[in-house]
């Protein structure tokens, strides 16, 4: 770990280079999902500085990773990947290795000289690849300030990255002030030190230093810069809005307004709104800056104030009646009133945090809402003509057979349905969700971790109070997830129908593959035969992942 001492400052006596590198690194798995989103967060940290007159750079090496670079490291690929000790061994100069050092060369050769490196890590597997880029900086320009920040940062606790160094200052929160007060400090402006920074972890001698999370208001956060990116790289064949789509996100509001009990969302920022003519104001000014009337609203729920979206659907429909959008919705706050309206201002696909069609499963994971509402709002969503994209949870704590006879009922009113998607996974515990910080209050108990490679997601198992021990609940698990089976092929096959671009195969019905699919199972001489339609139905078509 590289310690600062708390008695000198890492900038005295340097000649420092006033430039801000914003890094969005790549990743060491491409199990990473392969989506071409741009880079939100670190874009309006981008536009913030650039505001205050802060010379910065923003660079975002992921969809390279993910999409143009088959040859680079992949921990989960058997030919690509590397032992932890062999990680570490490369990180801290014990070894040397060819495979990384041209990973790491192909990226950071590409970084500026600057004098600050802040990398915004969204996801666990940007971190490890932080690192090494980290590491290379350190090597050829020793002077350079080092800054992790991001929602991993943010919502990970301090024992998940500290130990590991490289970083002069982790920033937990909104890194637009953080930065800023970084870089004043780094030039020998400005009054504060580092324990008046907000959101800063820094170590000084034996001890970490931790102020008190950033928090930025939403009506402050600037609208998104995207100067310096290839924006060819985040375009995409899309099947509702056409070849070459070109997405801007933007949101309307920052944070969860939820507490979904099975989830940390609620750790990256709290739950703040933009005025409307704010919100109407820069996505005007985007649309005409960018060329593109498509939007990914990337709010947590975008519906947490229904009046506020209320209102900005009416200007959205006044002012602004060519833009095109999807988002995240919650169920409880949303109508039939209000679909019509979000419809009417643009909205063609809603992601919706369903996740159960049985209500005391429901209320366990901490939605609230009632299922018949949850059928009806389903129903007048596909009336108006909006697509709908249900995430589903399976293997849920105390999770029985009523359980999955609801699930099963939600699939089936809706899998043939070409404006329904259903995204169903399997339930993990969520370090820092509450279920995880309070499990007596959701009947668990005895919560302990699973030993796991150090690049693998953090996994925790779990007994029921009153109930099941925890092999008991590895048993129910691998037979509810039998008896599941073949309503999660159904929904597998109806998906890759759903996004296929061929008309004739629009029109096969999943039933159909799902009895070949059976008939495979007992004669090999049709599973060959199987296996090549379903290449080539999946050659057609997008994948879901590549759709959100």
Not at 144 to 154: D, E, N, R
Not at 375 to 393: E, F, P, R, S
Not at 486 to 501: F, V
Request: include cysteine; aromatic fraction near 12%.
């Amino acid at each position: 770990m590289r310690k600062i001492s708390p008695d000198v400052s890492i900038f005295e006596g340097a000649e420092t280079d006033p430039r801000v590198a914003l890094i969005h690194p790549p990743a060491i798995s491409k199990r990473y999902l392969k989506t071409k989103f741009m880079p939100y967060g670190m874009s309006v940290i981008y536009a913030f500085l650039k505001e205050h007159s802060v010379p910065v750079v923003q660079q975002d090496f992921l969809m390279e990773y993910l999409f143009n670079s088959p040859e680079d490291l992949d921990y989960h690929n058997p030919e690509k990947s590397f032992s932890e000790e062999r990680f570490f061994s490369f990180l801290e100069g014990r070894e040397s290795n060819p495979g990384w050092e041209a990973f790491v060369k192909k990226y950071a050769s590409r970084m500026p000289d600057a004098g600050i490196y802040a990398f915004s890590i969204v996801a666990y597997h940007q971190f490890w690849a932080a690192l090494l880029l980290a590491r290379h900086i350190r090597q050829f320009n020793p002077q350079a300030v080092i800054v992790f920040g991001g929602p991993f940062i943010t919502i990970k606790p301090l024992e998940s990255f500290v130990r590991f160094g490289m970083a002069d200052y982790w920033v937990k929160g909104s890194g637009e002030v953080p930065l800023l007060m970084i870089h004043s400090l780094t030039m020998g402006r400005g009054e504060a030190t580092r324990d008046q920074i907000p959101g800063l972890i820094y170590v000084s001698g034996d001890q970490i230093c931790q102020c008190a999370k950033s928090e930025l208001p939403a009506e402050a956060e600037c609208a998104p810069d995207f100067e310096g990116l290839e924006l060819d790289d985040y375009r995409y064949d899309h099947p509702l809005t056409g070849e070459k789509t070109f997405f801007l996100p933007y949101r309307l509001s920052k944070g969860c307004p939820s507490r979904c009990s099975f989830c940390t969302g609620r750790l990256v920022d709290r739950y703040d709104y933009k005025s409307v003519d704010k919100v109407i104001r820069e996505l005007s000014l985007l649309m005409d800056k960018y060329g593109t009337n498509n939007f990914q609203f990337a709010d947590a729920s975008i519906n947490g104030n229904p009046r506020q979206l209320s209102e900005i659907c009416r200007r959205l429909s006044a002012e602004l009646p060519q833009i095109r959008w999807y988002s995240y919705a919650k169920v409880n706050g949303f109508n039939s009133e209000l679909l019509r309206q979000v419809k009417q201002a643009g909205c063609f696909s809603l992601f919706w945090g369903v996740e159960s069609g049985h209500q005391p499963t429901v209320k366990l994971l901490g939605k609230h809402f009632d299922v018949e509402e949850m059928y009806q709002l389903l129903d007048d969503a596909i009336a108006v003509g909006i697509k709908n994209y249900v995430h589903l949870i399976y293997n849920t704590p105390h999770e029985s057979k009523e359980t999955l006879d609801d699930f099963i009922r939600l699939v089936k009113r809706y899998v043939d349905s070409d404006l329904v998607v259903f995204l169903p996974q399997r339930f993990l515990l969520e370090p820092q969700s509450l279920m995880f910080d309070n499990p007596e209050n959701y009947g668990l108990s005895n919560v302990r971790q699973v030993r796991t490679p150090i690049f693998e997601r953090e996994q925790y198992i779990f007994d029921e109070i009153q109930g099941f021990d925890h092999s008991q609940i590895s048993e129910r698990n691998d037979l509810h997830r039998e008896m599941l089976a073949s309503h999660l092929k159904l929904i597998q096959y109806s998906n890759i129908l759903n996004s296929a671009g061929n008309g004739n195969l629009r029109r096969l019905v999943p039933g159909l593959l799902m009895q070949s699919w059976k008939m495979s199972q007992r004669f090999p001489v049709l599973a060959r035969i199987h296996d090549a339609l379903e290449r080539l139905i999946q050659s057609r078509g997008t994948t879901i992942k590549e759709q959100l």
